[in-house]
């Protein structure tokens, strides 16, 4: 059993930088796929990003590549996403989740859910 604990969101304005991060509880944290999914008010959760249990393959959504980077500390078991030049299209809700696999699958279930934490980017 994991449970994640997401912080690190607020306000910020267009360009600007936030990173979240996660924590997890549990020993099984360091072999799972932990992800970032969003949902923007009105509109269906949404992929983010994904890393894989050793940190070492990442996937992105199209509409972050670049301006988003997912890592992870299996020592600290934490994941974190560091976004920058945000645009308000970003404003949402941002979960952490994992999965129990070592590496991202697109049709796999997420298995773990944090509480979410809120992002508005403002123009």
């Known amino acids: 059993q994991v449970q994640l604990v997401e912080s690190g969101g607020g306000s910020v304005q267009a360009g600007g930088s936030l990173r979240l991060s996660c924590a997890a509880s549990?020993?099984?944290?360091?072999?799972?796929?932990m992800g970032w999914l969003r949902q923007a008010p009105g509109k269906e959760r949404e992929f983010v990003a994904a890393?894989?249990?050793?940190?070492?393959?990442?996937n992105y959504a199209d509409s972050v590549k670049v301006r988003f980077t997912i890592s992870r500390d299996n020592a600290k078991n934490t994941v974190y996403l560091q976004m920058n030049n945000l645009k308000p299209d970003d404003t949402a809700v941002y979960y952490c989740a994992g999965m129990m696999r070592n590496y991202y699958m697109p049709t796999a279930e997420w298995v773990y859910w944090g509480q979410g934490t809120q992002v508005t980017v403002s123009s």
């Open positions: 549990g020993r099984t944290f360091s072999a799972y796929a």
């Open positions: 890393v894989s249990w050793n940190g070492i393959a990442t």
